[in-house]
């Protein structure tokens, strides 16, 4: 009985937040959806569709691991967050190394355009 507890105790502020990782889970998923009318969003619409899919099961495990003080329901919500913030951390070093090395082509392009004048 006491575990129960516990759990319910730690999972609350997932628990009180719950409906923001629905809301943002279903505007993944949606905008997942509307992607892939798009050339490009055709290549990474699965990735948003994954997050928001995550997002979502995470907060159905946290309503469970509240209501019945199960460990492994809380656990399984965790790790759900973790495998999230995980893809958008390798999501934005991608962007950020993509950043730089068009920074560095563009930047290119124009100083040798200077040249020509």
Known sequence: MEEKALI?????????????????????????VLSIFTLIG??????????GILLFKAAGFVDA????GE??????SLRRLKTFFVINGIL????LIAMVVMLITTGGTFLSLMDRF
């Open 71 to 76: 460990k492994q329901q809380f656990i399984e």
């Open 92 to 95: 934005l070093l991608i962007g």
């Open 8 to 32: 319910q105790e730690v999972s609350l502020p997932l628990y009180q937040v719950r409906g923001w990782l629905k809301l943002l889970g279903v505007v993944l998923i949606i905008e997942g």
């Open 42 to 51: 055709i290549l990474w619409c699965w990735v948003l569709i994954w997050l």
């Open 65 to 68: 691991a509240q209501a019945n």
